[in-house]
């Protein structure tokens, strides 16, 4: 019997969890918003607005009103109990550290249907580490997005041993029809196959930024002449966003905190987060 996805709820409506909403509404799912209070939903409207500006612009279909009607469309709610009450499937964007998301589904497990999927969009973590805090690990598993879904529209599938199968095949089913190319594993891999790949030269990059060695507009057209590369790893980093490999570098060796604290004091401290901010290794026109 096959599983039916109807309902979404993305729990995080930050820069990608917005970003993941606002596709699968276009996409005709009947999708809710959650965030922790009113300040973040207003934000969150004010990106859903940006979307659909954006997706007029540079998405077939999506003008005469489409996508301002998406972004109107999407319902959100500070309440957790209420944005999941009877949703098929929950995708978790909250900040990539592992209590926060641990403490996240301890919360949801009670609150969730039962029949209701958990997805976690967890770039780095695996998801066994947070399955038994979900109080359903066969109806858990990870769903990676890439930044901008709109136009780098791969969604990466990667289950736990626990995992139904039935499950992981009604998420590969849902990424196809939000329009995303779906990139099974067959098991669990820190970091997927993009990060697996991308995250190496993104750490290489703030290494010889961070060290001195040559500045990141230098390292950035380095890479693109001798690749091909549309873009070098620094405007890869300003489109991600600078809180998400601050985060992740911040939990690592000795290394990696030092090259936390460069961007933490040259970047993030003096409110250049990237693209979405209008300013980080580059400035923008936002």
């Not at 770039?123 to 038994?132: G, R, Y």
Request: hydrophobic share 45%; net charge negative.
């Amino acid at each position: 019997m096959s599983i039916e996805i109807r309902k979404v709820t993305v729990l995080g409506t930050g820069v990608l969890g917005s970003q993941i909403a606002f596709q699968s509404a276009f996409r005709g799912f009947d999708v809710t918003g959650y965030d922790i209070d009113d300040a973040a939903l207003t934000a969150a409207r004010g990106r859903f607005d940006q979307l659909a500006a954006t997706y007029r612009d540079q998405v077939p279909g999506a003008g005469d009103g489409k996508a301002e009607a998406t972004a109107a469309g999407i319902a959100l709610s500070s309440d957790l109990g209420a944005a999941v009450s009877d949703a098929d499937l929950v995708i978790e964007a909250v900040p990539e550290v592992l209590a926060i998301k641990q403490a996240t589904y301890e919360q949801l497990g009670k609150l969730a249907p039962e029949r209701t999927i958990f997805a976690t969009n967890s770039s780095t973590l695996l998801p066994s580490a947070i399955k038994d805090f979900t109080g359903r690990p066969d109806r858990f598993l990870a769903l990676h997005f890439a930044n901008m879904v709109w136009h780098f529209n791969t969604a990466e599938i990667m289950g736990t041993p626990d995992t139904d199968p039935a499950v992981y095949q009604a998420v590969v089913d849902f990424a196809t029809a939000i329009g995303m190319v779906p990139i099974e594993l067959h098991k669990e891999k820190a970091g997927y196959v993009l990060n697996s790949l991308l995250v190496p030269l993104l750490d290489a990059a703030m290494h010889l930024a961070e060290g001195g060695y040559a500045d990141p507009e230098a390292v950035d057209k380095t890479w693109r002449i001798g690749t091909g590369a549309p873009a070098g790893p620094f405007q890869i980093l300003d489109i991600i966003g600078l809180t998400t490999p601050y985060n992740i570098l911040s939990n690592g060796d000795a290394t990696s905190q030092r090259i936390a604290k460069w961007l933490k004091d040259n970047y993030i401290d003096q409110g250049k987060l990237g693209l979405a901010t209008g300013e980080g290794f580059y400035k923008y026109t936002v």
